[in-house]
C-alpha cells in the first residue's frame, strides 16, 4: 500500500478543492462575517506566510488565546500546515498558569483577540520566549496596547502569499497541535497531538455510529476552540466540507439560540452548563430548534432531567460523548445498538445517560485492585485506554506521564463500569469518589439524581471527614429562581430516598448562589470543598 502521509492541512484542501461554496460563519465583536472554504483558505495560506516571515519555523510553538472563530480557524491549519505547533491557551486560566503554559511551552509568536489583549499586557515580562503579538481585530488599525513587538492580524494576511506552499516533507508522527489540562491541582500539563492523530480523530468524528458528522449538517461548536481543539470539530467539518458556525466572543444562551433559528445549525457540542442555560433560554423565548438533530454533551455527565427535557418537549436528540484532553478527546459516545431501539423509552435513557461505547480504534479495560472488572454495570474500576489519539506521555513531565501512563494504558482517573453490552458509564474521578464506611458512592449518580428534581437548576457532591465512616457526602444545591425559599433540605432528601440505598443519602444539603466552576464549564470540587471544609455533618 501507498505510505502518504495523513497530515492536518490536507483536511483543508479537501475543502478548499471539493466545497469551496460552502461557509464559515463567523460571529465577532463587530457581527456576523461569512467566507467561503475558498476564501478561508487563501487567508490561511496568507497567514501562515506571515508568520514564516516573523520568523515561526518547523516546530517552534505558535500560541492562540482566541474564541471560536474565523481568525482561530485559520489558526488552525495554518500553524501545522507550515510544521508548526498549534498551542490553543485556555484564556480562562490564572494569570500564574498562562505565564507557566506559555512559557512552559515556549511560544515564539501569541495570536492574540482583540479582548484579550489587557490578558496578556499583564503577564508580557514574564513570557520572555515570545518575539511577537498579532492582534485579532475588526478594526482597521491595531488597538493601543504596551504590547512590543505587535501586528495587526488582518494586515498581515493582506501582504502574505495566497499561494504558499506547504512543505511536503511532514511526517505524520510530528507535532501539529497542543494543549493543556485545566489543572484542578497542581501546574497545567501540556499534551502534543501529531498530524496523525487528529487525522484520524477526525475520521472517527464522522462515523455514523459516533457523531455522523457529514457535508449536509451545519456544525456549531460551543465547546472552546481552546479546549481540547473544541472536541475535533473544527478538523472534521472543514475536511468534511461541513457548514461551521462560530458563535464568537462572550455569547449568550439567546446568542445561541438565535443562531440556531437563524442558521439553520443541525449538531452542536457543549458541557452541560451551556445546556442548562439554552434551556432556560428556549423555555422563556420563541426559538425554531427543528433543525437540530443532535445536542453533543460532554465534559461531565448530563442530568436524565436534562435530556429528557430537550427530547420530549423540543424533539432534540440528546448525545453523551465522554473524553478528556488527554484523549484528543472523543473516546465513548453513547449510541443505542439496533435490537435496543424497541426497549421503552425509559430503558432507552437509562443507556443513553451513560458514557457509551468506546469508538473504533480505541481500546479499553477498566480495572481495580482484583483485576478487570465483570461486565455488570455494576463492579467499580479505573478506565484505562490506548490508541492512536491517546496521549502517551505529558510535555516536559516524565514524573508526571510515569504515573499517567503505564504498560501502554493511560490511566484516565476516572472511576466506572462497564455493562454487558460494553457500556461505560463514568461514577466518579478517583479523588471524587466518597468512601463511606468502606464503601464506595459515587457523586456523579447523586448529582444527576438531584438535578432531576424540578427545583434543582445546578447541585454537586463531595465528601466531608466523618469520625465514623471515614467521609460522607454533602450536597450543594442552586435552587432555580422561581424555586428558592420553597425548597428545603428534607423535599431534597425525599425525592432523593427511593432511589438511593439509605447510606448513600447525602448528610446535608446546603444552597448556594452558585457552584465553583473549572474554566471549561465543570464543577470545580476541590474549591467547593474548600469552601465547605470547616461544615460538620452528624453522626448517621
Known sequence: MMNTQLTVFSLLERAERYFPKKHVVSRTHSGIRRLSYAEIGKRTRRLSSALEKL?????????????????????????PGMGAVLHTINIRLSLEHLTYIIQNAEDKVLLIDEG?????????????SVKAFVILTDRN????????????????????NENYEYPTDIDENESAGMCYTSATTGNPKGVLYTHRSIVLHSMTVGLADTLALSESDVAMPVVPMFHVNAWGLPFSAAWFGTTQVLPGPHFTPKVLAELIDNERVTITAGVPTIWLGLLNELESGNYDTQSLRAIVCGGSAAPK????????????????????????????????????????????????SKQGLLVPGLE?????????????GKEMGELLLRGPWIADSYYKEPEKTAEAVKEGWLHTGDIATIDEEGTIKL????KDLVKSGGEWISSVDLENALMA???????????????????????????????????????????????????????????????PKTSVGKFLKRELRDQLQDRSVELR
Not at 500560541?63 to 485559520?74: P, S, V
Open 364 to 376: 479499553a479495560k477498566i480495572v481495580n485492585h482484583q483485576g478487570e472488572v465483570k461486565w455488570d
Open 427 to 430: 461514577v466518579d474521578r478517583t
Open 453 to 515: 428534581h424540578e427545583a434543582v437548576f445546578e447541585a454537586a457532591v463531595i465528601a466531608v471527614p466523618h469520625p465514623r465512616w471515614q467521609e460522607r457526602p454533602v450536597a450543594a444545591v442552586v435552587l432555580k429562581e422561581d424555586a428558592k425559599d420553597k425548597v428545603t433540605k428534607d423535599d431534597l432528601l425525599d425525592f432523593l430516598a427511593p432511589q438511593f440505598a439509605n447510606w448513600w443519602l447525602p448528610d446535608d444539603v446546603i444552597f448556594m448562589e452558585e457552584l
Open 305 to 352: 432531567g436534562l435530556i429528557r427535557k430537550y427530547e420530549e418537549k423540543y424533539n432534540i436528540p440528546f448525545i453523551h460523548a465522554y473524553g478528556m484532553t488527554e484523549t484528543s478527546p472523543v473516546a465513548t459516545v453513547s449510541r443505542l445498538k439496533s435490537y435496543q431501539q424497541d426497549l421503552s423509552y425509559e430503558e432507552k435513557l437509562e443507556i443513553r
Open 141 to 160: 488599525q491595531l488597538p493601543e496596547t504596551t504590547l512590543e513587538p505587535a501586528y495587526h492580524y488582518e494586515t498581515l494576511v493582506s501582504e502574505g
Open 116 to 128: 484579550l489583549v489587557t490578558l496578556i499586557e499583564k503577564i508580557k515580562d514574564d513570557i520572555p
Open 55 to 79: 520568523g515561526v519555523k518547523r516546530g517552534d510553538r505558535v500560541g492562540t488565546l482566541a474564541w471560536n472563530d474565523h481568525r482561530h480557524l485559520e489558526a488552525y491549519f495554518a500553524i
